[in-house]
Structure formats: C-alpha cells, structure tokens
C-alpha cells in the first residue's frame, strides 16, 4: 500500500521568516493526517524551516541539488549541505529548472545520484509540454524523461525515489489536467517503471500529480489507482490552501 505524499514546492517564495510563520500555521493543522507532509523552501530558508518543523510531522525538502560534491560551482549546492542542514527531501527536474535553466534528462539524472549519494530522497519530475500533448506525444516523452532520468538507478534506490508527473501546461496556469488524463499518465509512468525494473517496484514507486492542483480538486485526483499525492505550487503559501489539500 502506497502512502500519499503532498509536498509543497514554495519556489522563489517566503523570506526566511515568513516560511517559519507559514510552518508555525501549518503545524496544529497538519498533525493528524494520514498523508507524508513536505515542504520545499528556498535554500536560504531551509535551516530556519528544519529548525521551526523539528519534532513535527512535517518534512522538509530543497528544490535542487548540484552533482558535484563540491567546488567552482557558482550559485549551486551540495548534497552534503542539504544534508548537514537536515533536509530529507529534494526536488529534481522541475520544468521551470530545464526551461529557464537549461537542466537536461542527463543533468537531471546526475542530480539524482548524487541526492541518492548523500541519503536525500529526490521527488523527480517528468511532464510534457502542451505542443507535445497536442501532437499526441505524451507518452513518448514521459518515457524518454523517465527512462533517462533513472539511468543506472539501482532498485533498492527505487524504494527512495518519488516520481511526480507535472504537465507543464497546468503549472500555475490555473489548468489541471482532467483526472483521467492525470492518472492514465500516472499509470503509464508505472508501465515504464516495471519495464526498468519489475511489477513490484512499479506497484512500490510513488508518483505524484503536479499542476494547479487546488483544495477543490484534491479530492478527486488523488482518489485514483495511481496517483499517490501531489506536488504543489501556489497552494502550498498559504496554510488553508496546503491543509485542504494535505486533508483532501
Ligand atoms: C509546481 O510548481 O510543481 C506546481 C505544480 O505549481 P502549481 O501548483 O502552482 O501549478
């Protein structure tokens, strides 16, 4: 049985303060549920979010980690810092990384062995964009993206990878994907990961829908066979938004 896990992708949101004001919100409000709760600040606001969630159900994740263990690498970080700071989680592969910062399914993968490297459990998200829906490319895209992002990816790695499916057509545009489409992709994702791997680790793997994903439609998306949470963006700044959804 696939526990759910909603996490929050806080992008270039929240001054340190503000985050731990958010976390103090959230944590009466989300001590009882049955889903993994995360939430992804900014690098700068990650120790102050560790510290104010020490003791909670709350969880937290980066939104990126660099490869390399260390070194010239202006404006990256490591696993290693992540880890010293007590971060649990890290997103890899958003779309807003590979379409204004040029991240490719080969960086993306570099990314994920190193946050394996340092005991960090990547969320790593695969999705297509609209042309490539409209032209009937979904799948053939998800399966380039997921088969290149879990190149040389052991199974027992596999127990600690989330995989969330974002069409980047629904990230903050207000548009989510309909439930069928969502979870037909989902599913899909599944069928490549058995063919990587086995039936076993596939029906283990949790994948999460991203993508304007809202307390209204919550409900709906994640009563479904293959959608285990979701990723979320706007809704997750504000407590009431991200505790509708966490008690979907
Ligand atoms: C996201 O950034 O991963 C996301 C899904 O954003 P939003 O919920 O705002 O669409």
């Known amino acids: 049985m696939r526990r759910k896990i909603i ?96 991240e ?28 490539e829906r409209e032209n ?16 040389d990816i052991s199974s027992e790695d596999m127990n600690n990878i989330v995989i969330a499916y974002e069409p980047v057509w629904a990230i903050g545009t207000g548009r989510t994907a309909s439930v069928e489409d969502a979870n037909d992709a989902c599913k899909f994702i599944r069928s490549v990961i058995a063919s990587l791997y086995n039936e076993e680790i596939a029906q283990n793997v949790r994948i999460q829908y991203g993508g304007s994903v809202k307390p209204s439609n919550a409900n709906e998306l994640f009563n479904t066979s293959d959608i285990d949470g979701g990723l979320i963006g706007g809704a997750s700044l504000t407590a009431s938004d991200f505790v509708g959804i966490v008690k979907y």
């Open 136 to 151: 009937e490319l979904t799948n053939s895209v998800l399966k380039r993206q997921t088969t290149l992002a879990l190149k």
């Open 7 to 102: 996490a929050g992708n806080w992008k270039m949101n929240k001054t340190p303060s503000e985050g731990v004001n958010l976390i103090n919100e959230l944590k009466p409000l989300v001590k009882d549920a049955d889903v993994e709760v995360v939430v992804c600040p900014t690098f700068v606001c990650l120790p102050a979010v560790v510290e104010a969630t020490r003791g909670t159900n709350i969880k937290v994740g980066a939104q990126n980690i660099h490869w390399a263990d260390n070194g010239a690498f202006t404006g990256e970080i490591s696993g290693e810092m992540l880890k010293e700071v007590g971060v649990e989680y890290v997103i890899i592969g958003h779309s807003e990384r590979r379409r204004y910062f040029a």
């Open 104 to 131: 490719t399914d080969a960086t993306i993968n570099s990314r994920l062995k190193a946050a394996l490297k340092y005991g960090l459990k990547p969320i790593v998200c695969v999705g297509e964009l609209l042309i």
